[in-house]
């Protein structure tokens, strides 16, 4: 353990490294999404039919919001991050959560054979940070050994994050609609 410290460019960074490629999400997907649906439905049957009923309906609208929400919750694991000098088991799980999104990312772009929403910034901004991220932790001695269970994990809390994202963008969207 060397005991170096963990700047704000590790846990703060985590937070400008999600706004950078969030940025890139909210530019391409709902539109994206929207035409692509009945080709994707072709190339891939086994996807259930409500997946895509719900991917022809998603809204810029509500995917911002979604968006706005999840990062609230990167936010708070950036928070936890530095608060704790990068110990945070939730800035670290989330850390993980943000590498893997990215190679999904990549590995849809590879299934569909072309550019999908958040494929550009993967390679560029979110492997690189997650890596460099990694490794200035690991250099503090304040990174937890990687088990594949973190991994689950991570993926897991990643995907739940997602999905809570979505459902309080429509309940919020749906109440404002009531209210106006």
């Known amino acids: 353990m060397s005991g170096e410290r963990v700047g704000a460019a590790v846990t703060?960074?985590?937070?400008?490294?999600?706004?950078?490629?969030?940025?890139?999400?909210?530019?391409?997907?709902?539109?994206?999404?929207?035409?692509?649906?009945?080709?994707?439905?072709?190339?891939?049957?086994q996807v259930p039919e409500r997946v895509w009923r719900r991917a022809e309906t998603l809204g810029a609208a509500e995917f911002a919001t979604a968006v706005g929400v999840m990062g609230v919750v990167v936010g708070t694991a950036s928070a936890a991050g530095r608060l704790t000098g990068g110990?945070?088991?939730?800035h670290q799980s989330a850390l993980t959560g943000f590498g893997l999104h990215g190679v999904m990312h990549m590995a849809q772009a590879a299934a569909v054979r072309g550019c999908t929403p958040g494929s550009v910034t993967s390679p560029l901004v979110v492997l690189p940070f997650t890596l460099?991220?990694?490794?200035?932790?690991?250099?503090?001695g304040v990174l937890r050994p990687p088990r594949?269970?973190?991994?689950?994990?991570g993926t897991a809390a990643a995907a739940a994050a997602t999905v809570a994202s979505h459902v309080v963008a429509r309940r919020l969207l749906g109440a404002a609609r009531r209210t106006s």
């Open 12 to 45: 703060w960074g985590l937070l400008g490294a999600w706004v950078v490629h969030d940025l890139e999400e909210l530019a391409t997907v709902p539109g994206r999404l929207r035409r692509n649906v009945p080709r994707l439905r072709k190339r891939f049957p």
């Open 87 to 90: 110990r945070s088991g939730l």
């Open 132 to 140: 460099w991220a990694r490794g200035r932790l690991r250099k503090a």
């Open 148 to 153: 594949p269970r973190d991994a689950v994990a």
